[in-house]
Structure formats: C-alpha cells, structure tokens
C-alpha cells in the first residue's frame, strides 16, 4: 500500500451514501485516528440520489482526503470519477474515493472486506457452491472475490437488471460456474448451495423489508451462513442460521477488515491491532 501524504489541506474523510446514521465506520476510523494521534475528522455524508454528482464534486472542493461509499452509491460513483483502481475494476463498484490532487479515484476494499470472513473456511470455501443474494454494489464485489475461489456462484435478486448486469460485467472464468437464479429464493436454492451470502440491506435495522429467506428448516450444519448487514449482529437470518446448526459468519467481519484496508488509502497506516473491532465490537 503506498504512502498517502497528510497534508493541512485535506483534514476530512466521511462517509457518503443514503442512509449512513446506522453506519458505525465513523466510530471506527475516527477512533484509528485518534489513536495515531492524525488530526483528522471522519463525517458522516448522507446524500440523495439526485445530488449525488454534486456530492462528489464536493470532495473535489472541500477539505476531504477521501470518502467511503456505501449504499445505495457503490456503483453509481463509478461514472463521477476521474480513474478507477484495478481493485475497483475488478469489483465493478467503488466503496473508496480518495482525491489525488486534482483526481478522484475509484477503490475497492469490500472484495477484501468479505473474503476474510472465510479465513477459517478455507477448505469449504474451494468445494462451495454459493448462493449469494442480491445484486448491488457490495455482492458485485463479492462475486469477484468469490469466482477464483469457489466451484459455482449463482445471484438471485429482487432486480433482474441487476442481477444480469453483474453478470454480464463478471470477466470469464473458467473454473468456476456463474449463474443467474430467479426471484424468490426457494428452499430448493438452500438446499442446493452450501455457502449463503445475504448481500442486501435485508435485516438491517430501519430497513422496511425484513425477510428474504423462504423457510428457515432448509438450513443445516453443512450450510455456511454470512450476512454482510452488521446492525444488528444478530440479523433474522443468522438468528434462524445459528438455530438450525450453520456455521455463521457476521457482516462486522467484513467490515473490519474492509476499513482497515481503507483506512490505509486514507493515511498511509495501518490501524492499530483490533482497534477498529474492538470498537465495533462495543458499539453492537
């Protein structure tokens, strides 16, 4: 990770997306920063969709060194942004903006994010099949990171748009089967894969809609079950997960381990050892 000079002139960083009050990456970083004794400020940046344009002009104008992105923004930045990281590419979504003098960059840390929520999973993760649920920003991600690492991945979303545009922009890879499934997920979907991935805001606390999982029996200890929602930890899904025998794997898990990776684009550093989960880990 290269060095990012801090300068007197960018002593902000934020996050923008809609809604962001439940995000708890402010918390996290600020405390990083804190403790490396860096005197910056970490914002939180709610923004509408029709201003979003005018949003990231703002980085441009203001003090800011960088902001996350977060839903519902992952992708629609990418066309506001002057290049975009091969990470960025590879994931089709952007979660890291950082201002390079006069240029914005496009980043992605949510592939990294995720897949070490599979660091004691190694040997099912290369026999899985995955179901990963949703087709925004954050599963775009996922897909990527998934693809060399597991047999077959099949999406299903709300949004067929979606779901085939994440496909479509998917590179070809020869080891593992892609596939687009049909809207609703079906105790059939279950019982076929044997790593589910939650990769919408389904569960997350003030979400309207709070189940997507069709019947909570089709789960079992060969399942792996990984919600990226982190607010609450305990999600419907990872509730009726744990209940019924499956391995679970919490969206703070990916969390941490994508704003360690963003903080160090931020500031050239890493965060202290487990500042960021400890603080998140009494924030829950």
């Given at each position: 990770m290269?060095?990012?000079d ?7 960083l ?15 970083h600020?405390?990083a920063?804190d ?5 910056m400020?970490y914002?939180?940046?709610p923004v509408?969709s029709?201003h979003l ?8 104008a203001?003090p800011l ?8 923004y ?6 506001h ?8 590419q ?17 980043y ?5 994010g ?5 660091s004691n999973?190694?040997?099912?993760l ?9 087709a925004?920003?954050a599963a ?7 693809m ?8 299903v ?5 979606k ?8 590179k070809?890879n ?6 687009e499934l049909?809207?609703p997920?079906t105790?059939a979907?279950?019982?076929n894969?044997?790593?589910i ?15 997507w999982l ?5 789960l ?7 919600d990226t ?5 305990h ?11 499956a391995?679970?794997?919490y ?11 963003a ?6 550093q ?8 400890t603080v998140l880990?009494?924030?829950l």
């Amino acid at each position: 990770m290269k060095n990012q000079d801090q300068t007197n002139t960018n002593l902000l960083l934020g996050i923008l997306g809609n809604p962001v009050s439940h995000s708890l990456s402010p918390k996290m970083h600020q405390a990083a920063l804190d403790a490396l004794g860096i005197s910056m400020q970490y914002l939180y940046l709610p923004v509408s969709s029709n201003h979003l344009a005018m949003a990231v002009s703002g980085i441009r104008a203001f003090p800011l060194r960088g902001v996350n992105v977060t839903i519902p923004y992952k992708q629609a930045v990418m066309s506001h942004l002057d290049r975009l990281d091969a990470t960025a590419q590879e994931a089709n979504a952007v979660n890291v903006i950082l201002k390079e003098g006069e240029c914005l960059s496009g980043y992605n840390t949510d592939i990294a994010g995720f897949m070490a929520g599979f660091s004691n999973h190694s040997e099912a993760l290369a026999s899985g099949r995955v179901l990963v649920v949703g087709a925004g920003g954050a599963a775009a991600a996922i897909v990527a990171g998934l693809m060399r690492r597991v047999q077959a991945v099949s999406v299903v979303a709300r949004d067929v748009g979606k779901a085939r545009n994440l496909l479509s922009m998917t590179k070809a890879n020869t080891h593992c089967q892609i596939a687009e499934l049909p809207w609703p997920v079906t105790s059939a979907m279950i019982a076929n894969h044997t790593i589910i991935v939650n990769a919408t805001p389904i569960g997350m606390h003030g979400f309207s809609v709070k189940k997507w999982l069709p019947d909570t029996a089709v789960l079992g200890p060969n399942h792996i079950c990984y919600d990226t929602v982190y607010t609450p930890q305990h999600t419907p899904f990872l509730i009726a997960a744990q209940a019924h025998g499956a391995q679970c794997i919490y969206g703070k898990t990916m969390l941490v381990g994508q704003g360690e990776v963003a903080f160090e684009y931020f500031t050239g550093q890493r965060p202290p050892e487990g500042l960021m989960r400890t603080v998140l880990d009494a924030s829950l």
